[in-house]
Antibody, heavy 120, light 111 residues
Framework: QLQLQESGPGLVKPSETLSLTCTVS??????????WGWIRQPPGKGLEWIGS???????YYNPSLKSRVTISVDTSKNQFSLKLSSVTAADTAVYYC????????????WGQGTTVTVSS | QSALTQPPSASGSPGQSVTISCTGT?????????VSWYQQHPGKAPKLMIY???KRPSGVPDRFSGSKSGNTASLTVSGLQAEDEADYYC???????????FGGGTKLTVL
């Protein structure tokens, strides 16, 4: 059974870069037909799609975050990563990694989420 | 502001049915049959409940159903149960530029 696990610092200073990694277990990140992506949820608010990556490296980003976001994949480690630069308090959120099925564009596997707080 | 519009709240009594709407445009909901619905309980990760407008993943009760008309998709929960109380979000594929867009979420209360 495929599982996703987020990891990374829980506290990031303003203006710095937020970095998170999602480790895929129970399956290969190189499987075709799936995108791997990141979703975030600020406290008390709704879900926001950040971006997605195919195992080949093709990426799609939320236009509102595109200038600050980089998503990459490491097939040798079965991991993919998120970097969000120049963070502010508005980037404080629970960050989820997920798998998106490209047959139907539904996100069918999710990590448990990790809380990232932006504060000095 | 979310790309897809959902009512902030909905409610119903146990055993009743409730429908949650998700309104987009011809560039997302109306242009593709790739609408999904997610259930999120407090402090938990979202769970896929409906994909491709009407299909249920294995294990999702058939009390949950989806539909679409024009630029508006809907999620209906029939025979409401206490455990259905949660936040529900819709998403749609939106083409290669925007890829995926979310609704703002609807809090479903079982009275």
């Amino acid at each position: 059974q495929l599982q996703l696990q987020e990891s990374g610092p829980g506290l990031v200073k303003p203006s710095e870069t937020l970095s998170l990694t999602c480790t895929v277990s129970g399956g290969s990140i190189s499987s075709s037909s799936y995108y791997w992506g990141w979703i975030r949820q600020p406290p008390g608010k709704g879900l926001e799609w950040i971006g997605s990556i195919y195992y080949s490296g093709s990426t799609y980003y939320n236009p509102s975050l595109k200038s600050r976001v980089t998503i990459s994949v490491d097939t040798s480690k079965n991991q993919f990563s998120l970097k969000l630069s120049s963070v502010t308090a508005a980037d404080t959120a629970v960050y989820y990694c997920e798998r998106l099925n490209d047959y139907h564009y539904g996100m069918d596997v999710w990590g448990q989420g990790t809380t990232v707080t932006v504060s000095s | 502001q979310s790309a897809l519009t959902q009512p902030p709240s909905a409610s119903g009594s146990p055993g009743q049915s409730v429908t949650i709407s998700c309104t987009g445009t011809s560039s997302d909901v109306g242009g593709y049959n790739y609408v999904s619905w997610y259930q999120q309980h407090p402090g938990k990760a979202p769970k896929l409940m409906i994909y491709e407008v009407t299909k249920r993943p294995s294990g999702v009760p058939d009390r949950f159903s989806g539909s679409k008309s024009g630029n508006t998709a809907s999620l209906t929960v029939s025979g409401l149960q206490a455990e259905d109380e949660a936040d529900y979000y819709c998403t749609s594929y939106a083409g290669s530029n925007n890829f995926v867009v979310f609704g703002g979420g609807t809090k479903l209360t079982v009275l």
